[in-house]
């Protein structure tokens, strides 16, 4: 059963960082498969706004480009978001996301608001 658990969202000022922490419970198939974050601000759509390829490389959102980088470290089976220059528009609910060829697993979420 795999499991995916976030940390390290809470309240920050505009033009400060966070970093997210998503741990996942699950051995191979966390490092066999494609993690990412999601998003999703009061009222709006969840979205994708980072993620690694195929090839291990990683595509980011425009919105998000040069504040934001995924990470990942295999042997703690951990993909962390290192966010940076936070806007007031970056409020929302942060989800790790895993998919593998068969499902979709997602974290219960993180709440990141920033401040004007």
């Known amino acids: 059963q795999v499991q995916l658990v976030e940390s390290g969202g809470g309240l920050v000022q505009a033009g400060g960082s966070l970093r997210l922490s998503c741990i996942c419970s699950?051995?191979?198939?966390?490092?066999?498969?494609?993690m990412a974050w999601y998003r999703q601000a009061p009222g709006k759509q969840r979205e994708l706004i980072a993620a690694?390829?195929?090839?291990?490389?990683?595509n980011y959102t425009d919105s998000v480009k040069g504040r934001f980088t995924i990470s990942r470290d295999d042997a703690r089976n951990t993909v962390d978001l290192q966010m940076n220059s936070l806007k007031p528009e970056d409020t929302a609910v942060y989800y790790c996301?895993?998919?593998?060829?068969?499902?979709?697993?997602w974290g219960q979420g993180t709440q990141v608001t920033v401040s004007s």
């Open positions: 996301n895993l998919r593998t060829a068969i499902d979709n697993y």
């Open positions: 699950g051995g191979r198939v966390c490092r066999r498969n494609a």
């Open positions: 690694f390829t195929s090839s291990a490389s990683a």
